[in-house]
């Protein structure tokens, strides 16, 4: 069995432990000036190595409308990093992320720049709004200064001098909301690509990370509102529309996650919605609720790569990221999931290899903080596993990379696993052998029964196209191949009789 993979100096990462490196720093205070950004090839401040007219240095992170801390970055620089704020600290509330622990001390610039640069789009979504909203792709710093107010999970990241108007007890009234539903329809008519990313065609200040073009939205009476600019209010759903390269993306994902649904993994509502007969993928976004007030709040998340201070570049496990092993052991000796949790994370990675998903990366995968605010002093986050999300057929796409995310026993490519795949894959998942069986087999059992189901289900509301015949022979014929071979691991582990079952992880009921 490999051992950790390692950074990119070469050295052995420990992926379960995301603790940081704290150093200390001078106390941040306001120092946020505006710039004015250079133009392009002509004249004016920053053009021909002209000095820039000043640049904002700090940006203020809040939770739900409270002050965590402040991330700083001298002018011209990436090297960022964040300090907790000592109204946070004192008043008993808890970490953000599991790799940024309570401290009076400024974190390090790496382990601030993983946290936060996790919460970026990635290639061409992140593409499109650095170039139509001059903002550097290699600079979440200056990313969040414009498009951190509403990310994934509770916090909101604004510059100091330009803090957003809290939100009120009536957003929808008060215009803290922007109707944008028109827009993005014409947006998605619009034969110009530049008018296709959503974010840049409604002049949005959201940022979800990922690399499909997608908007986070306030779904409300069938119209699209986005938070006005310099509003604090939150989203509700998250909307992916068509792709131009990857044909039928949003019924592939729609299906893939309604599949999910029916087969009980855990995952959000989802539905394919139409505008103006355009369909478009809407899923309702689990890290929002309603209060007892029906006052919409944020729950906080983090993805796996956060949680883990990984950079984002070191998601998928053939470039040095986590895989099965390393997010088994962070979450049973970190995260503390239930034996539920466990079963369910297992049953994930095994749907995503049913339906042909290869892009099941870190960031793919989330935690919850479940915190208390009532009963702060006890400082008592607990931690489980977020709802599945981004689960879709990516092998239907002869372009995409078959390469798992994180390899499967001893497989890196998506075929047939082999019967010493699945008992590596057993091992890795720290799970006794017969659970390991039945939990697949009652998935297989789960799909058999619910797959026809589906697959009616869609065609009928939206009509058949090819792609749904392929994604359906595509999950029976793993889900036929898998049974083989699980057959196979089944006789193999009763021959070898009792001493060849495994004992349990270290885990929590
Ligand atoms: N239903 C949801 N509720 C809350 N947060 C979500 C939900 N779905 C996705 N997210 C957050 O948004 C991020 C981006 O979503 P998603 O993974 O679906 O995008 P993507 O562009 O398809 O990603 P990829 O680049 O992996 O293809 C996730 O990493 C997660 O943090
Ligand atoms: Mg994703």
Redesign the pocket.
């Known amino acids: 069995m490999p051992g950790p993979p390692s950074d990119e100096n070469g050295k052995k990462r420990n992926f379960a432990a995301g603790s940081a490196i704290l150093s200390p720093g001078p106390r941040p205070g306001p120092h946020c000036f505006r710039e004015q950004r250079p133009r392009r090839g002509g004249a004016g401040p920053g053009a021909r190595g002209e000095a820039k007219v000043s640049a904002c240095t700090t940006l203020r992170v809040t939770w739900d409308g409270l002050t965590v801390g402040w991330l700083k970055q001298p002018a011209r620089t990436t090297d960022m990093s964040f300090e907790y704020d000592p109204g946070w600290l004192g008043g008993g509330h808890p970490a953000i992320s599991l790799s940024l622990p309570l401290s009076g001390q400024r974190l390090d610039a790496r382990t601030s720049k993983n946290y936060f640069g996790n919460f970026m789009?990635?290639?061409e979504?992140l593409s499109w709004i650095a170039a139509w909203k001059r903002v550097s792709g290699a600079d979440p710093f200056d990313f969040l200064a414009k498009f951190g107010t509403e990310v994934?999970?509770a916090l909101s990241i604004f510059p100091i001098d330009d803090p957003p108007r809290p939100m009120s007890a009536h957003p929808i009234d008060d215009g803290s909301y922007r109707d944008v539903t028109d827009i993005v329809i014409k947006s998605l008519h619009s034969s110009k690509k530049e008018n296709f990313n959503l974010v840049v065609a409604t002049n949005s200040k959201i940022s979800?990370?990922?690399?499909?073009?997608?908007l986070?939205i306030y779904w409300h009476d069938n119209k699209i509102l986005i938070p006005e600019n310099n509003s604090d209010a939150p989203t509700t759903?998250?909307i992916?529309p068509e792709s131009t390269r990857f044909k039928h993306l949003q019924f592939n994902?729609s299906f893939c996650m309604d599949l999910a649904l029916a087969i009980g993994l855990p995952?959000?509502e989802?539905e394919i919605i139409y505008l103006d007969k355009i369909p478009i993928f809407i899923?309702?976004?689990?890290?929002?609720k309603y209060d007892s007030h029906k006052k919409l709040q944020r729950i906080h998340?983090?993805?796996f790569c956060q949680a883990m201070n990984i950079d984002k570049a070191y998601?998928y496990q053939e470039n040095n990221g986590p895989g099965i092993s390393d997010c088994t052991i962070f979450l049973l000796n970190t995260v503390k999931i239930s034996n539920f949790e466990h079963y369910n994370f297992i049953k994930c990675i095994i749907y995503n290899y049913l339906i042909g998903n290869c892009?099941a990366?870190a960031?793919?995968f989330?935690i919850i903080h479940n915190i208390d605010f009532n009963n702060l002093s006890k400082n008592n986050a607990t931690y489980s596993l977020?709802?599945f999300?981004?689960l879709?057929c990516t092998i239907y796409y002869p372009m995409l990379s078959k390469t798992l995310a994180m390899f499967l026993g001893y497989n890196k490519n998506h075929e047939i696993l082999s019967i010493d795949s699945l008992n590596k894959l057993k091992n890795d998942f720290n799970i006794d052998i017969n659970i390991f069986l039945d939990l697949i087999y009652s998935l297989l059992d789960e799909i058999n029964t619910k797959l026809n189901y589906i697959y009616e289900k869609h065609i009928s509301l939206h009509g058949f196209h090819h792609f749904y015949k392929k994604l359906y022979n595509i999950i029976t014929s793993n889900s036929r191949n898998l049974k083989k071979q699980l057959d196979g691991l089944s006789n193999r582990s009763r021959l070898a009789g009792p001493g060849a079952t495994t004992g349990h992880g270290q885990r929590r009921d």
């Open positions: 789009p990635e290639g979504a994934a999970g979800l990370a990922g690399a499909q073009n997608k986070p759903h998250i992916k994902e995952v959000p989802s899923v309702k976004r689990y890290d929002r998340q983090e993805d998601k892009d990366h960031k793919n989330s977020a709802p999300y981004d879709v």
